[in-house]
């Protein structure tokens, strides 16, 4: 239902997602990127109370909401009419189907600034930088929103380095937090049997954790440890790129 929310908003359907986004709201009443994205429809369709109502109840779940702060002064000043079509949204990102290895949604870690976060919707495109020690993640035009988490940023270097491209949009901004979604787009040879994103969780057992409450049959991960240390041993230190940020 939420990936159907997210193309109807994308692709301007904005009747099918107030529908969308108000069935949502019913099993999940406090769902803030439900609220969200419902008002930014009601207001695309015209309805600037309802718009505006709705985003005040997001401001009374999360009173730092950057995206209702900033969207609630655009609906109480704008001039937009009832029934005036708005021009839909062109956008290439996907429906965020999960393909299992192919593509991976998380949340970036060390994240910019409110104020440069509050600019991103979902479906914006964002860039995939690899720098000397992290990989950081992008606007499309270079101002730095965050990284990726150091276990997984270790992992795309040496899948980047050899050739290997990706691609990547904003699934959902919220506050300070943001989350992406990253799709494989090309696969360098050398890896050509090697997914980018391991498929099988490692899993860890506190220390505090009785052992009769331990699994006795733990997961096989050794088919994921085994090519992480390969990767890891095949790929040399990554030359740290001219940064784009001013």
């Known amino acids: 239902m939420e990936n159907l929310a997210i193309k109807a908003a994308l692709t301007g359907n904005w009747k099918i997602a107030v529908k969308l986004n108000l069935q949502i709201l019913k099993s999940t009443p406090r769902d803030i990127e439900a609220l969200n994205r419902l008002a930014r429809a009601y207001f695309q369709t015209g309805f600037k109370t309802k718009s505006a109502e ?64 509050s600019r991103m919707h979902p479906g914006d495109p964002v860039k995939i930088a690899p720098r000397q020690h992290c990989v950081a993640v992008t606007t499309i035009s270079g101002h730095n929103l965050g990284r990726l988490p150091e276990d997984l940023a270790a992992r795309m270097q040496q ?14 901004a919220e506050s300070a937090n943001l989350k992406i979604f990253i799709r494989e787009s090309s696969r ?45 041993k095949s790929g040399e230190d990554i030359e740290p790129e001219e940064s784009t940020e001013q």
């Open 54 to 117: 709705t985003y005040k109840k997001v401001l009374r779940i999360d009173k730092f909401n950057t995206i209702a702060i900033k969207n609630l002064q655009l609906v109480t000043t704008s001039k937009i009419e009832r029934g005036v079509r708005q021009a839909p949204i062109i956008s290439s990102a996907p429906m965020f189907l999960e393909e299992p290895g192919v593509t991976r949604t998380l949340t970036l870690v060390r994240p910019s600034e409110p104020k440069i976060l």
């Open 159 to 172: 899948f980047i380095k050899a050739g290997s491209t990706f691609t990547a949009w904003v699934r959902s």
């Open 188 to 232: 360098a040879f050398k890896f050509k049997d090697t997914p980018p994103f391991p498929m099988t969780e490692k899993l860890t057992y506190a220390a505090f954790t009785p052992p009769e409450l331990v699994h006795t049959e733990k997961p096989d991960v050794s088919s994921t440890e085994e090519q992480d240390q390969a990767i890891m």
